[in-house]
């Protein structure tokens, strides 16, 4: 069925950068599109960015546009988010999560447990 | 304010059946298909309902899912008191550069 585990949250002054991983195991990494979400104390969930199998695609949101950045690494299983000139307004606790389908849906099938970013002065 | 818009609460007594609605626009969920999660408090979303009104494997058929012009519903039936949790639905949106919108959320309450 497959795992995924997040790790790198931590508590960042507002300005930082932060790098986020997510280890991937028991399916073929390269078969499927990867997203990022988040989710604020006490909020919804909030779309965050996907990469393709292949990595020749990535969208994110309108809110870290220009400030995230989503990349995968195939000879380490291994799904990363660098977060560049962190805002109060990104803490949460992030999820990576397995598109359903080798292609892209949307559709979020295996989700990590997640990781805890707090960015406060 | 999300792009998809929930009830922020719905609420049954066990064994009755609730629904659970999702509003959108012809940028989503009327040019795409409709996905639905259950998030208990505490642990990460589950998908329940994917194109949709299919069920991954292991969902109950208590957990059914449809969609009509810009709108999607949930409907469960049989209400159990582990049903409670929230609910997100979920869609492709196609505008700007596009990406995932998801609902606010329906708090479930199982009396």
């Known amino acids: 069925q497959g795992q995924l585990v997040e790790s790198g949250g931590s508590v960042v002054q507002p300005g930082t950068s932060l790098r986020l991983s997510c280890a991937a195991s028991g399916f073929n990494f390269n078969s499927h599109t990867l997203h990022w979400v988040r989710q604020a104390p006490g909020k919804g969930l909030e779309w965050v960015a996907l990469?393709?199998?292949?990595?020749?695609?990535?969208y994110y949101g309108k809110s870290v546009e220009g400030r995230f950045s989503i990349s995968r690494d195939v000879s380490k299983n291994t799904l990363y988010l660098q977060m560049n000139t962190l805002r109060t307004e990104d803490t949460a606790e992030y999820f990576c999560?397995?598109?359903?389908?080798?292609?892209?849906?949307?559709?979020?099938?295996?989700w990590g447990k997640g990781t805890t970013v707090i960015v406060s002065s | 304010q999300s792009v998809l818009a929930q009830p922020p609460s719905v609420s049954a007594a066990p064994g009755q059946r609730v629904t659970i609605s999702c509003s959108g626009s012809s940028a989503n969920i009327g040019n795409n298909d409709v996905s639905w999660y259950q998030q208990v408090p505490g642990t990460a979303p589950k998908l329940l309902i994917y194109?949709?009104?299919k069920r991954p494997s292991g969902i109950p058929d208590r957990f059914s899912g449809s969609r009509s012009g810009t709108s999607a519903t949930l409907g469960i039936t049989g209400l159990q008191t582990g049903d409670e949790a929230d609910y997100y639905c979920g869609t492709w949106d196609n505008s700007l550069a596009g990406g995932v919108v998801f609902g606010g959320g329906t708090k479930l309450t199982v009396l």
């Open positions: 194109d949709n009104n």
């Open positions: 990469i393709s199998h292949d990595g020749s695609n990535k």
């Open positions: 999560a397995r598109d359903l389908k080798p292609f892209l849906t949307g559709y979020m099938d295996v």
